[in-house]
């Protein structure tokens, strides 16, 4: 240690955020100096939209060491296989994001360009046909794959659906075990150093003065610290993204419990739908300008599919993201960081890859700028990679039924998201070298949302016709015959994860 290491961390707000910081921070700066408070309030309501995730999120619970059934139980967790969407490139119309791997490339040719140059021969069956993750959640199933796991199993990939509120809990007994501080109070004046305009202290409404060195806002949409004190600016994307208004509600289980998540497009919007053990989480994403906080709320009534367990609950937002993730002696997370709506489920990822840059990026007292910069850079990076994969959604639609629609298919957009449309046009070409939606994720939604290439790499005609035929045949048997053999996701819960207590509880809804 030397004089300039960090001692002080304060994390201002709990939820989500707030514990994924705090357990990481507790688990990797474990040095024996760094000391991390986090404060919260009980008084301060928690808002969001959406308990579903992506894979990455089993790569931060693995470095934390946690028993993935354990936090399965805990958080009445189920397992999640990709997400079906509904009436998004037109009206009666579905398709299957799934995660894992698509089909297996021959002669380093990857699978889709096999797929559509096949199908120019003879017709096919969608392209998920050939995703184990979207074979297996069609019929209900689910085992979880093991290290030892042989094809087509092994291209299965998962994530979860679960109650955010009790994952904030579980960290939260995690995280205090490690060490982390936890102080009950409500802030209610933030000090700043007069020579260099960094983030000194916070006082608490009882008086109580907390001070810090790095301070890490995950106080919402507020932006307590990043924006309300250091005033950092915000970049408005609803001109992309118009949905403004969310309205969700919990109600019990209509029917089987599926591994995948649903989204469903209506007039102005569309509605998540997500099973967990114990109740189904619902939600309606909407724009306020084509439909009124009412009608929207009964959209979401009648589309229900079992009784309400709660009143619905209403907020609005802004889409886009902070000019600045790191401001000064400030770090946001979550959604002080900014917003993306729910549609692909990545607001957990996005405050996972904001602790993991700011692990690798960890500063000290200096807090020189280099380390900032490149912090700045990486967040910007990611937040307009999802911007625009989720934009994608929007633009590649068909449908004309409603003004809102109408809007979304002749909006202009960005020239990064034009660009990756026009070389998919052209010869079904992805470029998606991210840490998230991979050339699986572009290709199942581009096709998914009517966007047909005009052609497909010209090397896919050095390979024999018949030999493709039957190997992307021989590829769809075997995994339709593999998730037969599978237990259903009712049952390997069961046998598994089970929670000890399936009775409703309320949850925090994350964003």
Partial sequence: MNEHNIREVVIVGGGTAGWMAAAALSRFLNNGYTRTTL?????????????????????????????????????????KLGIEFVNWGALDHRYFHPFGTLGQDLQGIPFHQLYLRERQRRVLPDISSWAMSAVAAAQGKFVRPGRSAQYPLNQMLYAFHFDAGLYARFLRTY???????RVEGKIVDVRLRSEDGNVEAVQLADGQV????????????????????????????????????????PCSHGGRLDPFTRSTAHSSGWQWRIPLQHRMGNGHVYCSAFISDDEAEQVLRSNLEGELLGEPRRLSFTTGRRKLAWNRNVI????????VEPLESTSIHLIQAGIARLISLFPDKRF????????????????????????LHYKATARDDSEFWKRCAT???????????????????VFADAELFNTVSWVSVMLGQGIVPDGYEPVVDGLDDDKVAQAIEQMRLSMLETAQ????????VAQCCAATNSAAQPAEIVL
């Fill in 39 to 79: 404060i919260e309030s009980d008084e301060i309501g928690i808002v969001g939209v959406g308990e579903a995730t992506i894979p990455p999120l089993l790569s931060f619970n693995g470095l934390l060491g946690i028993n993935e059934n354990d936090f399965v139980r805990e958080t009445k967790a189920t397992f």
């Fill in 175 to 181: 995280a205090e075990r490690a060490g982390v501080h």
């Fill in 210 to 249: 907390v001070k810090g060195e790095l301070f890490i806002d995950c106080s919402g949409f507020r932006g307590l610290l990043i924006e309300q004190a250091l005033e950092t600016g915000y970049e408005d994307w609803t001109h992309w993204l118009p949905c403004d208004r969310a309205i969700a509600a």
């Fill in 332 to 339: 946001s997370l979550g959604l002080s960081s900014g917003f």
């Fill in 368 to 391: 020189n700028p280099i380390e900032r910069d490149e912090y700045n850079r990486r967040m910007q990076s990611l937040f307009e990679w999802v911007r625009d994969f989720i934009i």
């Fill in 411 to 429: 909006m202009d957009v960005p020239d990064s998201l034009a660009g990756r449309i026009e070389q998919f046009r052209n010869k079904a070409r």
């Fill in 485 to 492: 053999r599978l237990p259903t996701h009712e049952e390997f």
